[in-house]
C-alpha cells in the first residue's frame, strides 16, 4: 500500500557512468516532482510534471533528463555522473488543481553516491 | 521571489521540554504554509500545514500558527519526546506554482 515509492534506494557509482532512478505513485496524483536533498539536508525542486507534461525545471544540468512514460510513473535519468551529483533523491506527488494547499507525498528518497 | 528562513540548528533538548523552531518566510502572493519531518533514514511527512492567515495547523501535540503580519509560522510543542528527533522543514507553496520552496531544515534532537 506504498504511496510513492523509489527504486533503487542506494546507488553508488562511478564518476562518468549514466544511472536511473524509479518513482511510481499509486494515489491517482496529476503532478509529480523531482527534489535534490545536499549534504546539508538543503531541498531543491528539480523537476515537476504534470500529466505527463514537464512544468518545472529548475536550471538542472541537460545531464539530468526526467521521463513521464504516465502519470503515475516519473523517472530521472541521469548522464555523465559527476561528485557533485551526489545526494539524496526525493520524488513526490501532489493532486493538482489543490486550490493552493499545495500538500505533497513524498518517496523514501534514493541515496545516490559517486566516486 | 519566495524564501523561507528557519531558525539554524541542530537543536538538542531534553525530554518533555518545551519546543520552538522559528520560521519566516517571504513570498509574493498567498502562500500556504506547512511543516515537514524527516525521521532518520526515511522521507518526508507532513506534519502539519495552513493556507490562510491567523489558521493553526496542528498534529501530534505540535502547534503553527500562520501570522501575516509577521510573516512567520513557528513550529511548536509543549513537551517533546525521544521519538520526535528528526529535521524539521518549513515549506511554503504559491497557488498555482506547483512546487513547495523549503528552509534549509533544523535537526531536532531530544534526550532521555
Known amino acids: 500500500d506504498t504511496a510513492v515509492s523509489q527504486t533503487p534506494k542506494y546507488l553508488v557509482t562511478q564518476m562518468g557512468n549514466d544511472k536511473s532512478i524509479k518513482c511510481e505513485q499509486n494515489?491517482?496524483?496529476?503532478?509529480m516532482y523531482w527534489y535534490k536533498q545536499d549534504s546539508k539536508k538543503f531541498l531543491k525542486i528539480m523537476f515537476s510534471?504534470?500529466?505527463?507534461?514537464?512544468?518545472i525545471n529548475e536550471t538542472v544540468p541537460n545531464r539530468f533528463s526526467p521521463k513521464s512514460p504516465d502519470k503515475a510513473h516519473l523517472n530521472l535519468h541521469i548522464n555523465s555522473l559527476e561528485l557533485g551529483d551526489s545526494a539524496v533523491y526525493f520524488c513526490?506527488?501532489?493532486?493538482?488543481?489543490?486550490?493552493?494547499?499545495?500538500?505533497?507525498?513524498f518517496g523514501p528518497g534514493t541515496r545516490l553516491t559517486v566516486l | 521571489g519566495n524564501s523561507v528562513t528557519q531558525m539554524e540548528g541542530p537543536v538538542t533538548l531534553s525530554e518533555e521540554a518545551f519546543l520552538t523552531i522559528n520560521c519566516t518566510y517571504t513570498?509574493?502572493?498567498?502562500?500556504?504554509l506547512f511543516w515537514y519531518v524527516q525521521y532518520p533514514g526515511e522521507g518526508l511527512q507532513l506534519l502539519l500545514k495552513?493556507?490562510?492567515?491567523?489558521d493553526k495547523g496542528s498534529n501530534k501535540g505540535f502547534e503553527a500558527t500562520y501570522r501575516k503580519e509577521t510573516t512567520s509560522f513557528h513550529l511548536e510543542k509543549g513537551s517533546v519526546q525521544v521519538s520526535d528527533s528528526a529535521v524539521y522543514f518549513c515549506?511554503?507553496?504559491?497557488?498555482?506554482?506547483?512546487?513547495?520552496?523549503f528552509g534549509q531544515g533544523t535537526r531536532l534532537t531530544i534526550n532521555p
Open positions: 510534471y504534470n500529466n505527463k507534461e514537464l512544468i
Open positions: 513570498a509574493t502572493g498567498y502562500p500556504s
Open positions: 494515489l491517482g496524483h496529476d503532478t
Open positions: 495552513a493556507t490562510k492567515a491567523d
Open positions: 513526490a506527488s501532489s493532486q493538482e488543481p489543490s486550490g493552493g494547499n499545495g500538500e505533497q507525498f
Open positions: 515549506a511554503l507553496t504559491i497557488q498555482g506554482a506547483q512546487k513547495l520552496v
